[in-house]
């Protein structure tokens, strides 16, 4: 088998799909992950090690990791970040664009590539060469494009680090978006062949390195549309 991201024939790395580092803190005391699926013919809760495939060679994951160690310190407070807060609105400015939409895209990528059935709702098509180019040059790509909107999930007032939900294939606005879990939060990551334009670009990364979280209760978050909804109010307000 070739290298998914280099389509050399060299021997590969038993992959993360999601990136190692969020594994860190998810692993119970029996070294076990909380994986939490939400397809109502399986049971609600899995346990499981990492999931992982032979997917990529050592010089890809060497790659990949550049990305995943910048979005590890962003997401873990080792970044000096300016952040201001209005309600559940955090505006976050200081960003690096490419470091940061390079580890969104290679999440995307990776669960789309990926034959886990874990990831089987992660359907690309065209989609995936398209990013697989942009992983391999290193380049970003225009912020109106495969565009993230992150959520940070509180449950009783913590975060909600512990645990790892089955992607999921939503609409915002028109935009097909697959939601992730992870990390203590919820990503919904835009796939479509359009601009996504105002408002809800204010509400993405921006090639500035600007972008805004919000902070929403898990219990909440399978109706992302009244998260868009709110997105669209906030992006117009800015
Ligand atoms: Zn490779």
Redesign the pocket.
């Known amino acids: 088998m070739p290298?998914a991201?280099?389509h050399?024939e060299?021997e590969l790395r038993r992959s993360h799909i999601l990136p190692e580092f969020l594994y860190e803190s998810l692993y119970d005391d029996k070294h076990r992950l909380q994986v939490l699926s939400i397809s109502p013919d399986k049971s609600s809760w899995r346990e499981q090690k990492g999931l992982r495939e032979r997917l990529?060679?050592d010089?890809?994951e060497q790659r990949f990791s550049i990305w995943e160690r910048y979005a590890s310190l962003v997401l873990k407070g080792g970044v000096e970040l300016n952040y201001r807060s209005e309600g559940n609105i955090v505006h976050i400015a200081g960003l690096d664009y490419a470091k940061f939409k390079l580890f969104q895209l290679s999440v995307l990528w990776r669960a789309g590539v990926s034959t886990l059935p874990f990831f089987e709702n992660v359907q690309l098509g065209k989609h995936a060469e398209t990013l697989r180019l942009h992983l391999l040059a290193g380049a970003p790509g225009s912020s109106e494009r495969y565009g993230c909107f992150m959520f940070g999930l509180k449950y009783q007032a913590q975060a909600f680090t512990g645990v790892i939900m089955e992607p999921g294939k939503v609409r915002l606005n028109g935009h097909a978006a697959y939601r992730f879990v992870f990390g203590g939060f919820l990503w919904a990551m835009l796939v479509s062949s359009h601009d996504l334009g105002a408002p809800l670009n204010q509400c993405t990364l921006s090639t500035t390195g600007q972008t805004v979280l919000l902070i929403r209760n898990a219990t909440e978050m399978q109706n992302l549309i009244s998260f868009s909804v709110e997105l669209g109010r906030m992006g117009r307000s800015r």
Do not use: G
């Open positions: 290298c991201l280099c050399q060299v990529l060679c010089a890809c």
